[in-house]
Protein backbone atom coordinates (compact mmCIF):
# COMPACT_ATOMS: atom_id res chain seq x y z
CA UNK A 1 0.00 0.00 0.00
CA UNK A 2 2.86 1.99 0.74
CA UNK A 3 4.73 1.84 -2.48
CA UNK A 4 1.16 2.01 -4.41
CA UNK A 5 0.14 5.55 -3.21
CA UNK A 6 3.95 6.91 -3.45
CA UNK A 7 4.47 5.60 -7.00
CA UNK A 8 0.58 7.29 -7.45
CA UNK A 9 1.75 10.55 -6.65
CA UNK A 10 5.23 10.51 -8.20
CA UNK A 11 3.82 9.88 -11.53
CA UNK A 12 0.56 12.05 -10.80
CA UNK A 13 1.63 14.42 -13.69
CA UNK A 14 1.73 11.56 -15.82
CA UNK A 15 -1.65 10.28 -15.39
CA UNK A 16 -2.92 9.45 -19.18
CA UNK A 17 0.32 6.88 -19.30
CA UNK A 18 -1.78 3.82 -18.90
CA UNK A 19 1.73 1.96 -17.88
CA UNK A 20 3.24 3.43 -14.82
CA UNK A 21 6.41 2.15 -12.66
CA UNK A 22 5.27 0.60 -8.79
CA UNK A 23 8.13 2.11 -6.83
CA UNK A 24 9.14 2.28 -2.92
CA UNK A 25 9.63 5.59 -1.34
CA UNK A 26 13.58 6.29 -0.65
CA UNK A 27 13.61 5.61 2.66
CA UNK A 28 11.24 2.67 2.58
CA UNK A 29 12.57 -0.85 2.86
CA UNK A 30 9.16 -2.81 2.04
CA UNK A 31 10.03 -3.01 -1.58
CA UNK A 32 13.53 -4.77 -0.96
CA UNK A 33 12.51 -7.00 1.82
CA UNK A 34 9.54 -7.82 -1.01
CA UNK A 35 11.76 -8.77 -3.85
CA UNK A 36 12.04 -12.30 -5.13
CA UNK A 37 13.15 -14.04 -8.17
CA UNK A 38 9.94 -14.31 -9.60
CA UNK A 39 10.55 -10.82 -10.65
CA UNK A 40 12.59 -9.75 -13.43
CA UNK A 41 15.81 -7.99 -13.34
CA UNK A 42 14.80 -4.34 -14.09
CA UNK A 43 18.70 -3.78 -14.76
CA UNK A 44 18.84 -6.59 -17.07
CA UNK A 45 15.75 -6.17 -19.44
CA UNK A 46 15.88 -4.02 -22.06
CA UNK A 47 13.79 -1.00 -22.04
CA UNK A 48 10.83 -0.80 -23.97
CA UNK A 49 9.30 -4.28 -22.77
CA UNK A 50 7.80 -3.78 -19.23
CA UNK A 51 7.14 0.51 -19.24
CA UNK A 52 7.20 1.57 -22.55
CA UNK A 53 9.74 4.13 -23.89
CA UNK A 54 8.53 7.53 -23.40
CA UNK A 55 8.47 8.97 -27.22
CA UNK A 56 7.45 11.67 -29.51
CA UNK A 57 9.33 9.96 -32.53
CA UNK A 58 10.37 6.33 -32.53
CA UNK A 59 12.63 4.91 -35.55
CA UNK A 60 13.17 1.01 -36.09
CA UNK A 61 16.31 0.25 -37.83
CA UNK A 62 16.09 -2.95 -39.82
CA UNK A 63 19.40 -4.99 -40.65
CA UNK A 64 21.50 -7.49 -42.04
CA UNK A 65 24.94 -8.62 -40.12
CA UNK A 66 27.59 -8.93 -42.90
CA UNK A 67 30.55 -9.72 -40.21
CA UNK A 68 29.89 -11.78 -37.22
CA UNK A 69 33.27 -10.76 -35.60
CA UNK A 70 32.98 -6.54 -36.09
CA UNK A 71 28.98 -7.07 -35.74
CA UNK A 72 30.13 -8.17 -31.75
CA UNK A 73 33.15 -5.83 -31.45
CA UNK A 74 30.34 -3.22 -32.51
CA UNK A 75 27.87 -4.98 -29.88
CA UNK A 76 30.07 -4.27 -26.81
CA UNK A 77 30.33 -0.89 -27.35
CA UNK A 78 26.44 -0.62 -28.01
CA UNK A 79 24.54 0.40 -24.61
CA UNK A 80 21.34 -0.63 -24.50
CA UNK A 81 18.76 1.51 -22.30
CA UNK A 82 17.56 -0.82 -19.49
CA UNK A 83 13.91 -1.00 -17.31
CA UNK A 84 15.67 0.55 -14.66
CA UNK A 85 16.80 3.60 -17.09
CA UNK A 86 13.21 4.26 -18.55
CA UNK A 87 11.59 4.19 -14.89
CA UNK A 88 14.32 6.84 -14.62
CA UNK A 89 13.39 8.75 -17.37
CA UNK A 90 10.02 9.20 -16.39
CA UNK A 91 10.57 10.01 -12.91
CA UNK A 92 12.72 12.90 -14.45
CA UNK A 93 9.77 13.70 -17.01
CA UNK A 94 7.40 13.21 -13.49
CA UNK A 95 9.56 15.81 -11.70
CA UNK A 96 10.03 18.06 -14.53
CA UNK A 97 5.92 18.58 -14.94
CA UNK A 98 5.22 18.82 -11.43
CA UNK A 99 7.94 21.71 -11.00
CA UNK A 100 6.33 23.22 -13.95
CA UNK A 101 4.30 26.36 -13.73
CA UNK A 102 1.92 25.70 -15.81
CA UNK A 103 1.76 23.21 -18.90
CA UNK A 104 3.31 25.80 -21.25
CA UNK A 105 6.54 25.82 -19.12
CA UNK A 106 7.47 22.61 -19.03
CA UNK A 107 10.71 21.65 -19.82
CA UNK A 108 11.26 18.95 -22.50
CA UNK A 109 13.33 16.06 -21.13
CA UNK A 110 15.95 15.32 -23.78
CA UNK A 111 16.38 11.44 -23.92
CA UNK A 112 17.50 9.00 -26.40
CA UNK A 113 16.13 5.48 -25.69
CA UNK A 114 17.93 2.35 -27.35
CA UNK A 115 17.18 -1.28 -27.82
CA UNK A 116 18.04 -4.19 -30.24
CA UNK A 117 16.44 -7.75 -31.16
CA UNK A 118 17.13 -10.10 -33.30
CA UNK A 119 15.18 -12.43 -35.76
CA UNK A 120 15.80 -16.53 -35.71
CA UNK A 121 17.57 -16.35 -38.63
CA UNK A 122 19.81 -13.50 -37.54
CA UNK A 123 20.38 -15.69 -34.18
CA UNK A 124 21.31 -18.53 -36.60
CA UNK A 125 23.55 -16.10 -38.46
CA UNK A 126 25.30 -14.98 -34.98
CA UNK A 127 25.66 -18.68 -34.07
CA UNK A 128 23.10 -19.07 -31.57
CA UNK A 129 21.62 -22.23 -32.79
CA UNK A 130 20.16 -23.50 -29.09
CA UNK A 131 16.42 -23.32 -29.39
CA UNK A 132 14.15 -20.68 -26.79
CA UNK A 133 11.84 -22.99 -26.42
CA UNK A 134 9.18 -20.78 -28.51
CA UNK A 135 8.22 -23.84 -31.06
CA UNK A 136 6.69 -21.25 -33.76
CA UNK A 137 9.84 -18.43 -33.61
CA UNK A 138 12.20 -20.96 -33.52
CA UNK A 139 10.56 -22.24 -36.94
CA UNK A 140 9.07 -19.41 -38.18
CA UNK A 141 9.44 -16.06 -40.08
CA UNK A 142 6.23 -13.82 -39.95
CA UNK A 143 6.95 -14.09 -43.97
CA UNK A 144 5.74 -18.10 -43.46
CA UNK A 145 2.31 -16.64 -41.86
CA UNK A 146 1.64 -14.07 -44.11
CA UNK A 147 -1.19 -15.64 -45.43
CA UNK A 148 -2.14 -17.47 -41.97
CA UNK A 149 -1.96 -14.10 -40.74
CA UNK A 150 -4.32 -12.62 -43.43
CA UNK A 151 -2.13 -10.54 -45.09
CA UNK A 152 -3.24 -10.77 -48.79
CA UNK A 153 -1.65 -7.70 -50.32
CA UNK A 154 1.96 -7.07 -51.09
CA UNK A 155 4.26 -6.39 -48.18
CA UNK A 156 6.87 -3.62 -48.28
CA UNK A 157 9.82 -4.70 -49.60
CA UNK A 158 12.30 -4.56 -46.20
CA UNK A 159 10.00 -7.65 -44.64
CA UNK A 160 9.57 -9.41 -47.97
CA UNK A 161 11.78 -13.00 -47.90
CA UNK A 162 12.09 -14.86 -50.88
CA UNK A 163 11.76 -18.18 -50.45
CA UNK A 164 9.27 -18.42 -47.39
CA UNK A 165 7.82 -21.71 -46.10
CA UNK A 166 4.09 -22.14 -45.08
CA UNK A 167 4.31 -25.62 -44.29
CA UNK A 168 8.12 -25.87 -42.55
CA UNK A 169 8.95 -22.53 -41.65
CA UNK A 170 12.27 -20.89 -43.40
CA UNK A 171 14.44 -19.51 -40.33
CA UNK A 172 17.07 -21.54 -41.68
CA UNK A 173 17.12 -19.95 -45.12
CA UNK A 174 18.75 -16.63 -45.09
CA UNK A 175 17.82 -15.19 -48.64
CA UNK A 176 16.41 -11.81 -48.03
CA UNK A 177 16.04 -12.70 -44.20
CA UNK A 178 16.67 -9.49 -41.67
CA UNK A 179 18.77 -10.21 -38.86
CA UNK A 180 17.75 -7.60 -36.54
CA UNK A 181 16.15 -4.38 -35.13
CA UNK A 182 17.59 -1.57 -33.60
CA UNK A 183 14.70 0.57 -31.90
CA UNK A 184 15.62 4.40 -31.51
CA UNK A 185 13.02 6.18 -29.25
CA UNK A 186 13.60 9.98 -28.15
CA UNK A 187 12.15 13.20 -27.01
CA UNK A 188 12.22 14.51 -30.41
CA UNK A 189 12.40 13.77 -33.89
CA UNK A 190 16.03 15.41 -33.69
CA UNK A 191 16.95 13.57 -31.22
CA UNK A 192 15.89 10.45 -32.33
CA UNK A 193 17.11 10.90 -36.18
CA UNK A 194 20.73 12.05 -34.19
CA UNK A 195 21.02 9.30 -31.84
CA UNK A 196 19.80 6.60 -35.06
CA UNK A 197 22.75 7.94 -36.87
CA UNK A 198 24.97 7.61 -34.20
CA UNK A 199 23.98 3.41 -33.60
CA UNK A 200 24.36 2.85 -37.33
CA UNK A 201 27.77 4.73 -37.43
CA UNK A 202 28.56 2.07 -34.25
CA UNK A 203 28.49 -0.86 -36.43
CA UNK A 204 29.35 0.69 -39.55
CA UNK A 205 30.59 -2.16 -42.46
CA UNK A 206 29.23 -4.73 -40.01
CA UNK A 207 25.86 -4.24 -41.09
CA UNK A 208 24.14 -3.15 -43.89
CA UNK A 209 20.82 -1.41 -43.19
CA UNK A 210 17.91 -2.89 -45.17
CA UNK A 211 16.26 0.25 -46.92
CA UNK A 212 15.44 2.99 -44.71
CA UNK A 213 15.31 3.70 -41.22
CA UNK A 214 11.22 3.29 -40.34
CA UNK A 215 10.20 6.44 -38.46
CA UNK A 216 7.41 6.83 -36.30
CA UNK A 217 6.47 9.95 -34.62
CA UNK A 218 3.70 11.10 -32.43
CA UNK A 219 0.89 13.04 -33.90
CA UNK A 220 0.73 16.48 -32.89
CA UNK A 221 -1.40 18.28 -30.47
CA UNK A 222 -4.17 18.17 -30.19
CA UNK A 223 -3.99 14.70 -31.77
CA UNK A 224 -1.00 13.56 -29.11
CA UNK A 225 -1.26 9.91 -27.99
CA UNK A 226 -3.97 9.16 -31.00
CA UNK A 227 -3.63 7.24 -33.58
CA UNK A 228 -4.53 8.14 -37.25
CA UNK A 229 -8.16 7.21 -37.18
CA UNK A 230 -8.26 9.36 -34.58
CA UNK A 231 -8.76 7.14 -31.29
CA UNK A 232 -6.53 7.27 -27.92
CA UNK A 233 -4.36 4.51 -28.91
CA UNK A 234 -2.62 2.33 -25.79
CA UNK A 235 -5.18 2.85 -23.03
CA UNK A 236 -5.92 -0.51 -21.81
CA UNK A 237 -2.03 -1.99 -21.50
CA UNK A 238 -1.73 -5.23 -18.78
CA UNK A 239 -0.77 -4.47 -15.18
CA UNK A 240 2.35 -6.76 -14.49
CA UNK A 241 2.20 -7.90 -10.90
CA UNK A 242 4.71 -6.36 -8.70
CA UNK A 243 6.24 -3.99 -11.45
CA UNK A 244 3.42 -1.50 -12.43
CA UNK A 245 0.83 0.46 -10.68
CA UNK A 246 -2.64 -1.67 -10.75
CA UNK A 247 -5.49 0.25 -11.46
CA UNK A 248 -9.14 -0.01 -11.39
CA UNK A 249 -10.27 -2.51 -14.00
CA UNK A 250 -6.95 -3.17 -15.67
CA UNK A 251 -6.27 -6.35 -16.06
CA UNK A 252 -3.21 -7.93 -13.87
CA UNK A 253 -0.99 -10.16 -15.28
CA UNK A 254 2.21 -12.73 -13.98
CA UNK A 255 5.34 -11.35 -15.32
CA UNK A 256 6.16 -14.15 -17.56
CA UNK A 257 3.36 -13.59 -19.58
CA UNK A 258 5.67 -11.23 -21.01
CA UNK A 259 9.09 -11.36 -19.99
CA UNK A 260 10.87 -15.04 -20.12
CA UNK A 261 11.89 -17.26 -16.99
CA UNK A 262 8.94 -16.09 -14.70
CA UNK A 263 5.55 -17.21 -13.21
CA UNK A 264 3.68 -16.93 -16.32
CA UNK A 265 5.73 -18.07 -18.77
CA UNK A 266 4.07 -20.99 -20.25
CA UNK A 267 6.95 -22.44 -21.43
CA UNK A 268 8.48 -22.61 -17.69
CA UNK A 269 5.25 -23.16 -16.40
CA UNK A 270 4.23 -25.94 -18.19
CA UNK A 271 5.98 -29.42 -17.12
CA UNK A 272 5.12 -31.36 -19.91
CA UNK A 273 6.78 -29.52 -22.76
CA UNK A 274 9.77 -31.27 -23.99
CA UNK A 275 12.19 -28.51 -24.80
CA UNK A 276 12.97 -26.16 -21.94
CA UNK A 277 14.23 -22.47 -22.19
CA UNK A 278 17.77 -22.39 -22.26
CA UNK A 279 19.14 -19.80 -19.12
CA UNK A 280 20.26 -17.28 -21.75
CA UNK A 281 16.39 -15.94 -22.64
CA UNK A 282 16.05 -15.25 -18.96
CA UNK A 283 14.88 -11.59 -18.98
CA UNK A 284 14.21 -11.74 -22.74
CA UNK A 285 10.72 -11.70 -24.82
CA UNK A 286 9.72 -12.06 -28.04
CA UNK A 287 8.91 -8.56 -30.09
CA UNK A 288 6.53 -8.76 -32.61
CA UNK A 289 6.65 -5.73 -35.76
CA UNK A 290 3.79 -5.21 -37.96
CA UNK A 291 3.22 -1.70 -40.44
CA UNK A 292 -0.58 -1.03 -40.54
CA UNK A 293 -1.22 0.87 -43.26
CA UNK A 294 -4.58 2.86 -42.34
CA UNK A 295 -6.70 4.43 -45.06
CA UNK A 296 -8.03 7.39 -43.23
CA UNK A 297 -10.39 9.59 -45.65
CA UNK A 298 -11.98 6.31 -46.50
CA UNK A 299 -12.61 4.86 -42.96
CA UNK A 300 -14.10 8.81 -42.32
CA UNK A 301 -16.13 8.40 -45.46
CA UNK A 302 -17.70 5.29 -44.21
CA UNK A 303 -18.48 6.93 -40.79
CA UNK A 304 -20.03 10.20 -42.14
CA UNK A 305 -22.15 7.44 -44.91
CA UNK A 306 -23.52 5.44 -41.96
CA UNK A 307 -23.44 7.83 -39.31
CA UNK A 308 -26.81 9.70 -40.26
CA UNK A 309 -28.73 6.34 -39.48
CA UNK A 310 -27.88 6.10 -35.94
CA UNK A 311 -31.57 5.24 -34.60
CA UNK A 312 -30.56 2.10 -36.34
CA UNK A 313 -27.40 1.04 -33.93
CA UNK A 314 -27.80 3.27 -31.33
CA UNK A 315 -29.65 1.38 -28.16
CA UNK A 316 -32.83 1.23 -27.38
CA UNK A 317 -33.30 3.13 -30.97
CA UNK A 318 -33.34 6.47 -29.21
CA UNK A 319 -32.18 8.92 -27.37
CA UNK A 320 -32.88 12.83 -26.29
CA UNK A 321 -31.81 15.02 -27.24
CA UNK A 322 -30.72 13.80 -30.41
CA UNK A 323 -27.59 13.02 -31.21
CA UNK A 324 -26.28 15.76 -33.70
CA UNK A 325 -24.37 14.65 -37.12
CA UNK A 326 -20.61 14.36 -35.20
CA UNK A 327 -22.06 12.83 -32.38
CA UNK A 328 -23.75 10.31 -34.69
CA UNK A 329 -20.58 9.58 -36.69
CA UNK A 330 -18.51 9.57 -33.83
CA UNK A 331 -20.68 7.00 -31.59
CA UNK A 332 -20.57 4.72 -35.06
CA UNK A 333 -16.61 4.73 -35.28
CA UNK A 334 -17.15 3.68 -31.16
CA UNK A 335 -18.81 1.01 -31.89
CA UNK A 336 -16.53 -0.56 -34.04
CA UNK A 337 -13.78 0.32 -32.06
CA UNK A 338 -15.06 -0.32 -28.56
CA UNK A 339 -14.35 3.17 -27.11
CA UNK A 340 -14.72 6.47 -28.00
CA UNK A 341 -12.20 8.64 -29.41
CA UNK A 342 -11.08 10.10 -26.05
CA UNK A 343 -10.78 6.34 -24.96
CA UNK A 344 -13.69 6.40 -22.66
CA UNK A 345 -14.80 2.75 -22.94
CA UNK A 346 -18.22 2.45 -25.32
CA UNK A 347 -19.94 -0.16 -22.31
CA UNK A 348 -19.76 2.82 -19.53
CA UNK A 349 -20.66 5.36 -22.30
CA UNK A 350 -22.87 4.05 -24.47
CA UNK A 351 -24.78 6.84 -26.61
CA UNK A 352 -22.14 9.80 -26.30
CA UNK A 353 -18.72 10.80 -24.94
CA UNK A 354 -17.63 11.05 -21.45
CA UNK A 355 -14.47 13.46 -21.08
CA UNK A 356 -14.47 12.82 -17.04
CA UNK A 357 -14.77 8.77 -18.18
CA UNK A 358 -11.86 9.24 -20.15
CA UNK A 359 -9.35 11.22 -18.31
CA UNK A 360 -9.26 9.15 -15.15
CA UNK A 361 -7.17 6.34 -14.88
CA UNK A 362 -9.49 4.90 -12.28
CA UNK A 363 -12.68 4.98 -14.65
CA UNK A 364 -11.49 4.32 -18.48
CA UNK A 365 -10.77 0.87 -17.52
CA UNK A 366 -13.25 -0.40 -14.78
CA UNK A 367 -15.95 -1.88 -16.36
CA UNK A 368 -17.29 -5.34 -18.29
CA UNK A 369 -20.01 -5.97 -20.76
CA UNK A 370 -22.71 -6.93 -18.06
CA UNK A 371 -25.96 -4.88 -18.51
CA UNK A 372 -27.15 -3.92 -15.56
CA UNK A 373 -29.57 -1.37 -16.20
CA UNK A 374 -32.17 -2.91 -18.72
CA UNK A 375 -34.61 -5.68 -17.07
CA UNK A 376 -35.40 -7.17 -20.40
CA UNK A 377 -31.42 -8.31 -20.39
CA UNK A 378 -29.79 -11.38 -18.17
CA UNK A 379 -27.08 -9.62 -15.90
CA UNK A 380 -25.85 -13.14 -16.03
CA UNK A 381 -24.05 -13.24 -19.38
CA UNK A 382 -22.35 -10.95 -21.64
CA UNK A 383 -24.51 -9.06 -23.64
CA UNK A 384 -23.60 -6.57 -27.29
CA UNK A 385 -26.53 -4.43 -25.91
CA UNK A 386 -24.21 -1.48 -25.10
CA UNK A 387 -20.93 -2.49 -27.12
CA UNK A 388 -20.71 -5.06 -30.31
CA UNK A 389 -18.93 -8.47 -30.09
CA UNK A 390 -17.28 -7.68 -32.93
CA UNK A 391 -16.05 -4.20 -31.97
CA UNK A 392 -12.36 -3.97 -31.73
CA UNK A 393 -11.43 -3.74 -28.20
CA UNK A 394 -13.77 -6.60 -27.29
CA UNK A 395 -12.51 -9.24 -29.88
CA UNK A 396 -8.46 -8.67 -28.69
CA UNK A 397 -8.81 -7.44 -24.68
CA UNK A 398 -12.20 -9.57 -24.12
CA UNK A 399 -13.47 -9.51 -20.45
CA UNK A 400 -16.25 -11.51 -18.25
CA UNK A 401 -16.50 -14.70 -20.55
CA UNK A 402 -16.80 -16.76 -17.04
CA UNK A 403 -18.14 -19.68 -17.35
CA UNK A 404 -17.20 -19.99 -20.86
CA UNK A 405 -13.67 -19.25 -20.68
CA UNK A 406 -11.82 -18.78 -18.14
CA UNK A 407 -9.41 -15.47 -16.27
CA UNK A 408 -6.32 -16.91 -16.76
CA UNK A 409 -7.05 -17.75 -20.49
CA UNK A 410 -7.03 -14.07 -20.93
CA UNK A 411 -4.37 -12.85 -18.61
CA UNK A 412 -2.43 -15.87 -20.73
CA UNK A 413 -2.58 -14.21 -23.93
CA UNK A 414 -2.38 -10.40 -22.83
CA UNK A 415 0.59 -8.55 -24.82
CA UNK A 416 2.58 -5.08 -24.14
CA UNK A 417 2.07 -2.83 -27.15
CA UNK A 418 4.36 0.04 -27.75
CA UNK A 419 2.99 1.11 -31.14
CA UNK A 420 3.54 4.89 -32.62
CA UNK A 421 1.85 6.54 -36.31
CA UNK A 422 3.75 6.81 -39.10
CA UNK A 423 3.30 8.98 -42.00
CA UNK A 424 1.75 12.69 -42.35
CA UNK A 425 -1.32 13.90 -41.09
CA UNK A 426 -4.31 13.99 -43.28
CA UNK A 427 -4.75 17.42 -45.19
CA UNK A 428 -7.86 19.04 -46.66
CA UNK A 429 -6.00 18.96 -50.17
CA UNK A 430 -5.44 15.54 -50.17
CA UNK A 431 -9.20 15.06 -49.25
CA UNK A 432 -9.97 16.53 -52.08
CA UNK A 433 -7.34 14.53 -54.33
CA UNK A 434 -8.60 11.48 -52.89
CA UNK A 435 -12.02 12.66 -53.90
CA UNK A 436 -10.32 12.84 -57.50
CA UNK A 437 -9.51 9.81 -57.40
CA UNK A 438 -5.88 9.76 -56.55
CA UNK A 439 -4.85 7.18 -53.67
CA UNK A 440 -4.05 8.28 -50.24
CA UNK A 441 -0.96 8.88 -48.84
CA UNK A 442 0.64 6.03 -46.62
CA UNK A 443 0.43 6.53 -42.83
CA UNK A 444 -0.83 3.92 -40.18
CA UNK A 445 0.66 2.44 -37.45
CA UNK A 446 4.08 0.68 -36.59
CA UNK A 447 2.60 -1.80 -34.63
CA UNK A 448 5.22 -3.70 -31.96
CA UNK A 449 3.79 -5.67 -29.07
CA UNK A 450 6.26 -7.92 -26.46
CA UNK A 451 5.21 -11.29 -24.68
CA UNK A 452 6.71 -14.50 -23.60
CA UNK A 453 5.11 -16.96 -26.15
CA UNK A 454 4.02 -16.31 -29.88
CA UNK A 455 1.26 -18.29 -29.85
CA UNK A 456 -0.34 -17.68 -26.71
CA UNK A 457 0.11 -13.66 -27.12
CA UNK A 458 -0.04 -12.17 -31.17
CA UNK A 459 -1.14 -15.56 -32.63
CA UNK A 460 -4.10 -15.94 -30.32
CA UNK A 461 -4.88 -12.14 -30.36
CA UNK A 462 -4.64 -12.29 -34.20
CA UNK A 463 -6.16 -15.99 -35.22
CA UNK A 464 -7.63 -17.32 -32.07
CA UNK A 465 -9.40 -13.46 -31.39
CA UNK A 466 -9.54 -10.93 -34.13
CA UNK A 467 -9.81 -13.27 -37.26
CA UNK A 468 -12.44 -15.77 -35.77
CA UNK A 469 -16.08 -15.38 -36.80
CA UNK A 470 -16.98 -17.12 -33.25
CA UNK A 471 -15.20 -14.99 -31.08
CA UNK A 472 -15.63 -13.64 -28.19
CA UNK A 473 -17.65 -16.82 -27.16
CA UNK A 474 -20.73 -16.34 -25.23
CA UNK A 475 -22.65 -19.51 -25.63
CA UNK A 476 -21.94 -23.42 -25.50
CA UNK A 477 -23.23 -23.09 -29.05
CA UNK A 478 -21.04 -21.06 -31.50
CA UNK A 479 -22.51 -17.85 -32.17
CA UNK A 480 -21.08 -16.20 -35.54
CA UNK A 481 -20.29 -12.84 -34.68
CA UNK A 482 -17.83 -11.99 -37.12
CA UNK A 483 -14.59 -10.19 -38.14
CA UNK A 484 -12.81 -7.60 -36.07
CA UNK A 485 -13.43 -4.61 -38.46
CA UNK A 486 -10.15 -3.03 -37.80
CA UNK A 487 -7.62 -5.91 -38.09
CA UNK A 488 -9.70 -9.01 -38.92
CA UNK A 489 -10.29 -9.18 -43.03
CA UNK A 490 -13.06 -10.42 -45.41
CA UNK A 491 -14.11 -13.73 -46.13
CA UNK A 492 -13.22 -15.43 -49.03
CA UNK A 493 -16.29 -16.66 -50.84
CA UNK A 494 -16.29 -19.05 -53.53
CA UNK A 495 -19.76 -18.24 -55.55
CA UNK A 496 -22.59 -20.98 -55.48
CA UNK A 497 -25.97 -20.99 -56.96
CA UNK A 498 -29.33 -22.61 -55.51
CA UNK A 499 -31.54 -23.71 -58.12
CA UNK A 500 -35.36 -23.08 -57.78
CA UNK A 501 -36.43 -21.92 -54.52
CA UNK A 502 -34.33 -20.20 -51.98
CA UNK A 503 -34.25 -22.85 -48.34
CA UNK A 504 -36.41 -21.73 -45.87
CA UNK A 505 -34.35 -20.72 -43.22
CA UNK A 506 -33.66 -17.43 -41.59
CA UNK A 507 -30.45 -15.91 -39.89
CA UNK A 508 -28.82 -17.45 -37.64
CA UNK A 509 -30.53 -20.81 -38.02
CA UNK A 510 -27.88 -23.79 -38.58
CA UNK A 511 -27.52 -25.07 -42.05
CA UNK A 512 -25.80 -28.35 -43.45
CA UNK A 513 -25.35 -28.50 -46.93
CA UNK A 514 -23.52 -30.77 -49.21
CA UNK A 515 -22.64 -30.15 -52.98
CA UNK A 516 -21.88 -32.27 -56.02
CA UNK A 517 -19.75 -31.13 -58.39
CA UNK A 518 -19.35 -32.14 -62.23
CA UNK A 519 -16.81 -34.64 -61.71
CA UNK A 520 -18.45 -36.49 -58.37
CA UNK A 521 -16.71 -34.76 -55.75
CA UNK A 522 -18.99 -33.81 -52.84
CA UNK A 523 -18.82 -31.11 -50.79
CA UNK A 524 -20.20 -30.59 -47.19
CA UNK A 525 -20.53 -27.40 -45.29
CA UNK A 526 -22.22 -26.83 -41.92
CA UNK A 527 -22.69 -23.30 -40.43
CA UNK A 528 -24.81 -20.68 -39.99
CA UNK A 529 -27.49 -18.67 -42.14
CA UNK A 530 -27.15 -15.02 -42.94
CA UNK A 531 -30.08 -14.28 -45.24
CA UNK A 532 -30.58 -10.83 -46.96
CA UNK A 533 -33.55 -10.78 -49.30
CA UNK A 534 -33.49 -9.28 -52.56
CA UNK A 535 -34.47 -5.36 -52.01
CA UNK A 536 -33.63 -5.34 -48.72
CA UNK A 537 -31.10 -2.19 -47.43
CA UNK A 538 -28.78 -3.85 -45.48
CA UNK A 539 -27.76 -2.84 -41.69
CA UNK A 540 -25.31 -0.01 -41.37
CA UNK A 541 -22.14 -1.08 -41.83
CA UNK A 542 -23.05 -3.65 -44.10
CA UNK A 543 -21.06 -5.14 -45.87
CA UNK A 544 -18.28 -4.35 -43.47
CA UNK A 545 -14.93 -2.83 -45.39
CA UNK A 546 -11.39 -2.72 -43.96
CA UNK A 547 -9.21 0.45 -43.72
CA UNK A 548 -6.17 -1.49 -42.04
CA UNK A 549 -3.75 -3.31 -44.66
CA UNK A 550 -0.64 -4.85 -43.58
CA UNK A 551 2.20 -4.37 -45.07
CA UNK A 552 4.25 -6.59 -43.46
CA UNK A 553 6.29 -7.52 -40.36
CA UNK A 554 8.25 -9.65 -38.47
CA UNK A 555 8.96 -11.77 -35.20
CA UNK A 556 12.55 -11.06 -33.17
CA UNK A 557 13.76 -11.98 -30.06
CA UNK A 558 14.78 -9.15 -27.25
CA UNK A 559 17.47 -10.87 -25.71
CA UNK A 560 18.59 -9.93 -22.03
CA UNK A 561 21.66 -7.02 -21.34
CA UNK A 562 23.75 -10.11 -19.66
CA UNK A 563 22.57 -12.23 -23.10
CA UNK A 564 23.48 -9.46 -24.87
CA UNK A 565 26.97 -9.29 -23.10
CA UNK A 566 27.53 -13.33 -23.72
CA UNK A 567 26.75 -12.52 -27.62
CA UNK A 568 29.23 -9.81 -28.15
CA UNK A 569 32.01 -11.97 -26.30
CA UNK A 570 31.33 -15.05 -28.28
CA UNK A 571 33.78 -16.37 -30.70
CA UNK A 572 31.31 -19.13 -32.25
CA UNK A 573 29.90 -18.47 -36.24
CA UNK A 574 27.53 -19.90 -37.62
CA UNK A 575 27.12 -23.01 -38.89
CA UNK A 576 26.65 -24.13 -42.41
CA UNK A 577 26.01 -27.49 -41.88
CA UNK A 578 22.28 -26.64 -41.00
CA UNK A 579 22.17 -23.13 -42.78
CA UNK A 580 21.07 -22.24 -45.91
CA UNK A 581 23.43 -19.12 -47.31
Request: net charge negative; with cysteine; proline share 8%.
Amino acid sequence: MEDLQYSLDLYKHLGRRSVLPLVSPPISTTRQAEVTTDLPDLNNVQGDVIYLFPKKAENFIFFRINDVTSFRTALQSFKPTTAEDVKNNLTSIAVAKANARDASSVPIVDIAQYQIAFSRTGMYFLGVNEDTGDVRFDKRCMSDDKQFLGDTTPWNPIFVKQNPDPVNGSVRDDIGALHGVITVAGSSAETCNKASNDVIDLFGSSITVTGKPVEGRARPSPYKGHEHFGFRDGVSQPCLRGLVIPRAGQIQVDPGVIIMGYPGDPVRDDSTVKVKRPAWTKDGTILVIRMLEQSVILFEDYLQKNGHRWREFIPGGDISPPLSKQEAEDLFGARLIGRWKSGAPLAKCPFRDNQKVALNADLNNDFDYVVRDNPNISQYEPSDYYSPFTAHTRKTAPRNLYPYIDAKFFESGSIVRAGIPYGDEVTDQERRDVASGSSELPRGLLFNCYMSSLGSGFIRQMIGYARNDYWPMTSLVPQKKGQDPIVGGPPVYTPAQIEGTSLSVTSGDRVDLQFASADGTTFEVSGFAKVTPEGVVPPPGEPNPFFVTSKGGEYFFVPSVSTLKSWASATTTSSTTTYKL
